[in-house]
């Protein structure tokens, strides 16, 4: 409870939190086993961390040009899990099965060309069956500020007309957005789709919580487009905890010899995908439904044997996607961190500048002073001793100097002194790496980020900004990027470490006996 009797800007988070948590504690004492108890203090933590962002770092990166949008924009709404795959590997059919209902449309070859963002939504009688309980177009959803789409608007027309929202009165949407994608294809097909279509999924990515990557047996080995599209906009680190792979329609080998080449050739795809020589999880799964649909239902026909010593680890899958808003809030955690990192340094180079300019500045004037008054002194006694001004009357001489001293000081500051700052105002903008000290990899990163943003701001300025009002932005932004990140992370991790309240990783699941850490096949205890 050292936490409490911090003064940080999280002091009312941690404060909210944990006297929640201490409250239901005293009044029931096996409150973290009861789900609603767990979802109300990730509900609560998450609204605190918006509001971090909403209140400290927003204001600040928009008065900077960070953003030009409030940064909670894209962060605001509810969890996501994005569903990704070959076409036809069972991305829709998965879902039907977890909402319960036949809200996706499914069938072999490529089905469906839109991408489906299916959320909660409220039927008018609670006995009305699991269904679409509205439908809106791609243009209502990328222009309303409720979703956090509107970044999308940029992909165009073609795109608008390929997006979609349905609502759905499924209780497994309760807390999460699922959202379905048109199936990756082949290079010569994808010219055709109208938009770009790894753009549109890296930026779907960027603000999914979870991201699910199916394939199916057929197609083990096409992994291109989920390769460039997750690798190249997913930050490294955030990588490994977001992405999900899944072997689906496993039912469909024909043996156990048969998945076991399939399993292989994609282990194989996903090192080469991911650059590492250890390999991913992988979920194997099929849909019993759409297994026994298809009359390939050969594990009960007695066929196909081997599916009895293997867990098909759908639930496993549906228990990762449940956990959703608890990797929202590491990917809050993480935003958090990004964001204040990237504007800490970016004020750090701004204050930074302004110092070093008013410093040039004082010292210009400073030295224009003295040689103005070296001058007008010179002048003064060269009249003098010349015999061009009279009797050496010291007010007259006094006031005569000084004035001479001032027009020279003056025209010093507005000639000289200016055109100087404009040179070295110029050489710091052609060369803006060393208003800040890259000693390290995170800081040159974080550098890169916003040198942009940097000059940006210099130039629209032309360098003019009151240094102390940077200063005190930079301490507020230093102060939730060291103290109030820290404070998040210890936060959560007291949340995994409390009994009663499990942390899923990407790789755990409660209800599956096989320890999933494992990236084998999961076979079934005896
Ligand atoms: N045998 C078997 N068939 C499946 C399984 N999952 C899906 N299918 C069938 O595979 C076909 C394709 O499934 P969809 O769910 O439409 O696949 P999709 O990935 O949404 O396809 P696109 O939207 O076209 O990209 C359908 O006919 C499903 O019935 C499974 O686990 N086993
Ligand atoms: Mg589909």
């Not at 449309?105 to 699991?130: H, K, L, M, N, R």
């Not at 076991?260 to 979920?283: A, E, F, H």
């Not at 208003?435 to 701001?457: C, G, I």
Request: aromatic share 8%; proline share 4%.
């Amino acid at each position: 409870m050292l936490l409490l009797t911090r003064k940080f800007p999280f002091g009312r988070l941690i404060q909210l939190f944990y006297g929640r948590l201490l409250g239901s504690l005293a009044l029931d004492g096996t409150c973290f086993g009861d789900g609603m108890h767990r979802e109300e203090y990730i509900e609560s933590l998450r609204t605190e961390l918006l509001d971090l962002v909403e209140h400290h770092l927003s204001p600040v990166a928009i008065r900077y040009g960070y953003a030009e949008t409030p940064l909670e924009t894209n962060i605001k709404w509810r969890p996501q899990v994005l569903i990704l795959g070959n076409y036809s590997s069972g991305k829709s059919t998965l879902i039907n099965d977890f909402l319960g209902a036949k809200v996706q449309a499914t069938g072999q070859a490529p089905t469906d060309d839109s991408f489906t963002v299916i959320t909660w939504g409220d039927s008018d009688s609670p006995e009305e069956s699991i269904g679409v309980v509205e439908e809106r177009d791609g243009k209502f959803l990328l222009g309303d500020p409720e979703y956090p789409f509107e970044g999308l608007k940029k992909h165009g027309q073609r795109f608008a007309s390929h997006f979609r929202l349905k609502k759905v009165n499924s209780p497994f949407l309760k807390n999460l957005a699922l959202i379905d994608t048109p199936g990756m294809l082949d290079s010569v097909t994808e010219r055709d789709r109208g938009y770009n279509y790894q753009e549109v999924i890296g930026d779907l990515a960027q603000i999914a919580d979870l991201i699910l990557i199916l394939f199916d047996p057929h197609k083990a080995g096409t992994v291109r487009e989920a390769h460039t599209s997750l690798r190249d906009t997913l930050p490294a680190r955030t990588f490994e905890d977001r992405v999900v792979f899944v072997l689906n329609r496993i039912d469909e080998c024909a043996s156990l010899i048969d998945l076991l080449q399939v399993y292989g050739t994609l282990c194989w795809n996903l090192s080469q995908m991911t650059g590492r020589k250890d390999i991913p999880t992988i979920r194997l799964t099929y849909s019993p439904n759409a297994s026994q649909n298809s009359g390939t239902d050969r594990e009960a026909a007695g066929e196909n044997g081997f599916l009895h010593f293997l867990d098909n680890q759908r639930d496993t899958l549906k228990a990762s996607i449940q956990e959703a808003p608890r990797y929202r809030l590491d990917n809050l955690a993480s935003f958090v961190e990004t964001h204040a990192d990237r504007l800490s340094h970016m004020l750090e180079a701004l204050r930074n500048y302004r110092r070093r300019m008013l410093k040039f500045r004082l010292g210009s004037s400073v030295l224009g002073l003295v040689a103005s008054l070296g001058l007008a002194a010179a002048g003064v006694f060269g009249l003098m001793f010349t015999g061009i001004i009279g009797g050496p009357d010291p007010v007259l001489l006094g006031g005569g100097g000084g004035g001479i001293a001032l027009v020279l000081w003056i025209l010093w500051m507005t000639i000289v002194t200016r055109y100087l700052a404009g040179r070295k105002h110029r050489k710091i903008m052609n060369s803006p790496d060393h208003l800040t000290p890259l000693d390290n990899q995170t800081r040159r990163d974080s550098w890169r980020a916003v040198t942009a943003e940097v000059k940006d701001f210099l130039r629209k300025t032309d360098g003019k900004f009151a240094l102390n009002q940077v200063s005190s932005d930079f301490n507020n932004i230093v102060l939730v990027r060291d103290n109030g990140c820290r404070e998040i992370r210890e936060a959560l991790k007291e949340l995994d470490g409390i009994p009663g309240m499990p942390h899923h990783s990407v790789g755990d699941a409660e209800e599956v006996p096989v320890s999933t850490q494992e990236s084998g096949p999961a076979l079934k205890r005896a």
